[in-house]
Nanobody, 127 residues
């Protein structure tokens, strides 16, 4: 079983930045591909970004390209999501997800590709 705990959410003005963190436990972190998803009120959960277990491959949703960066520190069992130039439409609960893959460069971009989820952290961007 993998436990994921997100942190770093909060209220920020449009144009501001936030760094989300997700701490993992219960498995060897380097065996886990990681992803971030978000869910705005009244909307479906959507993919934001993913990183392979090796860190050598990343994939961003188009709306976040150039505005966010995913990274991981395998020594700290933590994945980070740095978000810049935030917009009110980025307001959502952000969820960290994980799954074990054999392939070092595999990433998942669909919810069903992840077995483990955190409880989420709220990001609110004011205009």
């Amino acid at each position: 079983q993998v436990q994921l705990v997100e942190s770093g959410g909060g209220l920020v003005q449009a144009g501001g930045s936030l760094r989300l963190s997700c701490a993992a436990s219960g498995r060897t972190f380097s065996s886990l591909a990681m992803g971030w998803f978000r869910q705005a009120p009244g909307k479906e959960r959507e993919f934001v970004v993913a990183i392979s277990r090796s860190g050598g491959n990343t994939y961003y949703t188009d709306s976040m390209k150039g505005r966010c960066t995913i990274s991981r520190d395998n020594a700290k069992n933590t994945v980070y999501l740095q978000m810049n130039s935030l917009k009110p439409e980025d307001t959502a609960v952000y969820y960290c997800a994980a799954n074990e893959y054999t392939a070092a460069l595999r990433v998942g971009i669909m919810s069903y590709e992840y077995d483990y989820w955190g409880r989420g952290t709220q990001v609110t961007v004011s205009s």
